[in-house]
């Protein structure tokens, strides 16, 4: 019964979140990827014909969503089931906080400062070493900042679990190291963030990114504080004790 209740919860408040991520993206990130890709079809060709044609074909074998329609339903539903998966880990987490710890079970209010942690450890912590990505832009090998990411997601999140749970005095001390420790040995960069580009369009894609990264924040933001503020609600609607 609990693991059922922790999933409906669960898919709920992801179902909100992933939609008003979906609508916040809409307005404000998506417009500014489409500037991006406007400006990648300018980069400057370095490779001759033959490798221009196999790019080509390369990309007509690779297939993805057609824009319009069938573009915005495929990045609703990836928004609603990532944040479904965001929710379930919310939940679980407030539910030990509370059984195991005995910490207060969340309730809407609460339930927004647990949607502000993580919206620090999935988006805020990360983008101090590695920003948000536009097309066009270059960044370090993939593998590479896909390590740094989960390393400084889990180390934030810890940290941040254990300054709330635990009642010793140590626990800022080692929420502090935990929260650092990823962010000392540094993030994985690329040598040259706009190869292959101009210096006036690496310009306009320099200050692309920093809107970017604003949009991207803001929508995560929202994101999270709907995730949070659903998922307090309905663990204040049916408390862990009774379930």
Known sequence: MLFRRIVVIALF??????????????????????AAEHLESEKVEVAGS????HDHDHDHAEWGPEDGLERILFTVLSNVLTAIGYALLLVALGAAASIKFGR????????????????????????LGILPQLPGVAGAALESRQFWWVATVLCTGAGLFLAH???????????????CVPHLFGAPQPDDLYAGHTAEVAAQLS????????ATGLSSLIMWIVIGACTGFGIRRFPPTQI
């Open 165 to 179: 749970t635990l009642k010793s005095h140590w626990r800022w001390a080692a929420a502090a190291v935990l929260i």
């Open 50 to 53: 033959e490798a221009s044609e």
């Open 207 to 214: 200050a692309l990114s920093g809107a970017f990264l604003v």
């Open 104 to 127: 207060a079970q969340l309730n809407p209010m609460s339930g927004l400062v647990w949607g502000l942690g993580g919206f620090i450890a999935f988006f805020a912590a990360p983008s």
């Open 13 to 34: 408040s992801g179902l909100a979140g992933g939609l008003a991520l979906s609508l916040a993206q809409r307005w404000q990130v998506i417009p500014i990827i489409a």
